[in-house]
Nanobody, 124 residues
Framework: QVQLVESGGGLVQAGGSLRLSCAAS????????MGWFRQAPGKEREFVAG????????YYADSVKGRFTISGDSDKSTMYLQMNSLKVEDTAVYYC?????????????????WGQGTQVTVSS
């Protein structure tokens, strides 16, 4: 069982930046891939970015490429999402998730563990 706790959400103006954190309860992250998802009101949860701990590979949804950066600190068992040039349409609850599958996993159904979510609101 892996517990995930997100933090760092908040209210920011369009064009601004936020950094989300996701602390994991395990230090054995090399066996996992982790990702960030988001869900806006009335919409389905969507993949944002992913990180494969064992080789450091990262991958992104087209909508955030060039603006968001996913990273991880294995010593702290923490994953980050640096979000720059935020847009109003980035407003959503952001969730971190972990999966035993170490491929390029973008489907939410493939993830085994989820955090509680953190709200990101971007104002115009």
């Amino acid at each position: 069982q892996v517990q995930l706790v997100e933090s760092g959400g908040g209210l920011v103006q369009a064009g601004g930046s936020l950094r989300l954190s996701c602390a994991a309860s395990t230090h054995s992250l090399s066996g996992y891939a982790m990702g960030w998802f988001r869900q806006a009101p009335g919409k389905e949860r969507e993949f944002v970015a992913g990180l494969r701990w064992f080789n450091g590979n990262t991958y992104y949804a087209d909508s955030v490429k060039g603006r968001f950066t996913i990273s991880g600190d294995s010593d702290k068992s923490t994953m980050y999402l640096q979000m720059n040039s935020l847009k109003v349409e980035d407003t959503a609850v952001y969730y971190c998730a972990a999966t035993f599958q170490i491929g390029l996993v973008t489907a939410s159904a493939e993830y085994d563990y989820w955090g509680q979510g953190t709200q990101v609101t971007v104002s115009s």
